[in-house]
């Protein structure tokens, strides 16, 4: 639980442009929630699914696997204090939540080039055939541990810790330089 009101400040300058070029587009996620699940060594993420369904079906039930028995359930409604109390309250004793809206940052690399950008820096196999919308990684890019995330055909959503974020952003636009 919070001790005092978090102000989530992005990492990038107010400034910064989304857009790379026409091939590829790269933009902070702005507000939302990324909040850390862990459950007992039986949960499985259909009852986490069933259970966010349950106590805060506003929020809807993004989950992504990032390790046995942890996921990281995301989305873009802001939630205050007193609704993440309540959230941790309905929740079951198998699974307990952490709220990293503070420590991660989200990204969308979106583009038709977009795989050929996350291949410069990534071993994980983006194909269409082998990488469906919704399946997720946790990866390197480089050297940056990141939560790759297939959410449209060819646009992927990556969380990184935010100390991490501006390497990986400046990363990036590196990867995609000759797409502009």
Same mark, same amino acid.
């Given at each position: 639980?919070?001790?005092?009101?978090?102000?989530?400040?992005?990492?990038?300058?107010?400034?910064?442009?989304?857009?790379?070029?026409?091939?590829?587009?790269?933009?902070?996620?702005?507000?939302?929630?990324?909040?850390?699940?862990?459950?007992?060594?039986?949960?499985?993420?259909?009852?986490?699914?069933?259970?966010?369904?349950?106590?805060?079906?506003?929020?809807?039930?993004?989950?992504?696997?990032?390790?046995?028995?942890?996921?990281?359930?995301?989305?873009? *409604? /802001?939630?205050?204090?007193? =609704?993440?109390?309540?959230?941790?309250? +309905?929740?079951? &004793?198998?699974? #307990? !939540? *952490? /709220?990293?809206?503070?420590? =991660?940052?989200?990204?969308?690399?979106? +583009?038709?080039? &977009?795989?050929? #950008? !996350? *291949?410069?820096?990534?071993?994980?196999?983006?194909?269409?055939?082998?990488?469906?919308?919704?399946?997720?990684?946790?990866?390197?890019?480089?050297?940056?541990?990141?939560?790759?995330?297939?959410?449209?055909?060819?646009?992927?959503?990556?969380?990184?810790?935010?100390?991490?974020?501006?390497?990986?952003?400046?990363?990036?636009?590196?990867?995609?330089?000759?797409?502009?």
């Amino acid at each position: 639980m919070r001790d005092y009101p978090l102000e989530n400040r992005s990492v990038f300058p107010p400034h910064v442009a989304a857009g790379a070029g026409a091939q590829i587009n790269l933009a902070p996620v702005t507000g939302g929630f990324v909040f850390h699940v862990l459950g007992e060594a039986k949960s499985d993420e259909a009852a986490l699914k069933q259970v966010l369904a349950k106590i805060a079906p506003e929020l809807g039930a993004d989950v992504r696997k990032s390790a046995p028995n942890q996921w990281f359930w995301v989305g873009d *409604a /802001d939630v205050s204090s007193d =609704r993440l109390t309540e959230i941790q309250a +309905g929740l079951p &004793s198998q699974f #307990v !939540l *952490a /709220d990293q809206t503070h420590g =991660r940052v989200r990204m969308r690399l979106s +583009g038709p080039s &977009s795989r050929m #950008v !996350l *291949a410069k820096g990534t071993m994980v196999d983006l194909s269409i055939d082998q990488y469906a919308i919704g399946q997720s990684a946790m990866t390197q890019i480089g050297h940056i541990g990141a939560m790759i995330t297939r959410i449209e055909d060819d646009s992927f959503e990556l969380i990184v810790l935010r100390s991490f974020a501006g390497s990986l952003w400046d990363e990036l636009h590196h990867m995609a330089a000759e797409f502009r």
